[in-house]
């Protein structure tokens, strides 16, 4: 198979095959260039058309020589058409096509499916310093003053490719203001949560954890059976190992040695009204109790991820935010951007099993956020950012 890159407004760009050698077969290939006869075992491959840097994946093609018969065949293959035809006289679109020896019309690869995961990103990090930040993902800014205590809803990403996620501060004004980048190549048709977790001071706290991001893989959008299923983090960078003890249904400890950045896998739970309490590992003392109402909230079918969030000693951490469980949903209605995370509110008395009555008040702003990477030349959209409160009456 022989290659010409002959789209004159196509960049300089890498073919990587994805369903056989999955490797770049074509390096930097530019407008008019050659690339020498591939050699090629007769089989159905998926051709990718990359930026060079490998960051991005512009489109895909299969290229099923096998399914067409075509072994001892030889083969041209073209880059053709306009990546941009709005700004060349509405011209034909890019694809590829491929001429045979025999002549006649060229015939056109068709498109394949660009393979994504799924990620949602939480804010927990509790330093003053990054209550609000801006995300980068590969140069270009994903969300805009992400703050403290908030979530963004699970969206697509591209996989396979090579993803830098930068933090900056929320004053910034592009990535070379981050102060922080993560490298990341994730699998197609993989789930994942990464939380912002630590301290980016140098000063403040006690102990200054430093700064992160925790990465959860097999995160859940829905719950696995008729239940609810709830993956638990301890984020809280000054509290100590913990157990977590179930009082109001099961009377037994449900997660055991908790220790600073542990996931602790998804618990699936039946969806009952539950109280959670934090207690020292050796199980001598309950630390703080939780009530998490489950059923009262409607939450069957669900799966959360419960956050242990803030500082037990505001004291010797800058008088930050106070110790607390703290729930992030998938998505609390698919349109809100970045819906905050609701308070699982404390229990009025240790081993209390009554139901308590919870308030919601919801406000909402528009705002324009940019687009996902899934789309790079999507334009910014006008959504809303919602903040739900839950609170005692």
Not at 143 to 161: E, L, S, W
Not at 180 to 186: E, H
Not at 200 to 221: K, M, Q
Request: hydrophobic share 45%; aromatic share 10%.
């Amino acid at each position: 198979m022989l290659a010409l890159h002959g789209s004159t407004d196509a960049p300089t760009v890498d073919v990587f095959e994805s369903a056989v050698v999955s490797t770049t077969i074509i390096d930097n290939f530019s407008y008019g260039d050659f690339a020498g006869y591939l050699e090629l075992p007769t089989l159905d491959f998926t051709l990718q058309v990359r930026t060079a840097d490998n960051s991005t994946i512009v489109a895909a093609y299969a290229a099923p020589l096998q399914t067409l018969g075509l072994q001892g065949a030889a083969l041209t293959v073209l880059a053709s058409g306009f990546l941009n035809p709005s700004v060349n006289s509405n011209g034909p679109a890019f694809g590829l096509w491929v001429a045979l020896p025999s002549g006649g019309p060229l015939v056109e690869l068709p498109s394949a499916p660009i393979p994504t995961a799924r990620i949602q990103a939480i804010h927990n990090s509790a330093d003053a310093a990054a209550s609000e930040v801006d995300v980068y993902l590969n140069g270009a800014l994903l969300v805009d003053d992400f703050a403290f205590r908030t979530a963004t809803p699970f969206v697509d990403v591209q996989a396979g490719v090579d993803l830098t996620l930068s933090i900056a501060p929320a004053t910034s004004t592009s990535v070379a203001d981050a102060i922080v980048d993560f490298s990341y190549n994730l699998p197609a048709g993989g789930s994942f949560i990464l939380v912002a977790n630590g301290i980016v001071s140098p000063s403040g706290y006690n102990p200054a954890t430093p700064f992160d991001i925790l990465v959860y893989d097999g995160a859940r959008e829905s719950a696995q059976g008729a239940g609810t299923d709830v993956l638990a983090l301890h984020g809280s960078t000054d509290a100590p190992t913990v157990d977590v003890f179930e009082s109001a249904v099961v009377s037994t400890t449900i997660i055991d040695d908790f220790s600073y950045a542990d996931f602790a896998g998804y618990l699936e739970l039946p969806t009952l009204d539950f109280t959670l309490q934090v207690r020292t590992a050796d199980n001598s003392t309950i630390v703080a109790s939780y009530a998490a109402p489950l059923q009262t909230l409607g939450l069957q079918g669900a799966a959360l991820t419960v956050l242990a969030s803030g500082f037990l000693n505001p004291s010797v951490n800058s008088n930050g935010p106070a110790f607390g469980l703290w729930v992030a949903l998938p998505s609390v209605v698919l349109w809100w951007n970045f819906p905050p995370l609701p308070f699982l509110p404390r229990a009025s008395k240790r081993f209390t099993t009554a139901p308590m009555q919870l308030l919601l008040r919801l406000t909402c702003t528009s705002m324009a956020r940019s687009s996902w990477m899934t789309s790079p030349s999507a334009p910014p959209r006008l959504s809303l950012m919602c903040r739900l409160a839950l609170t005692l009456p």
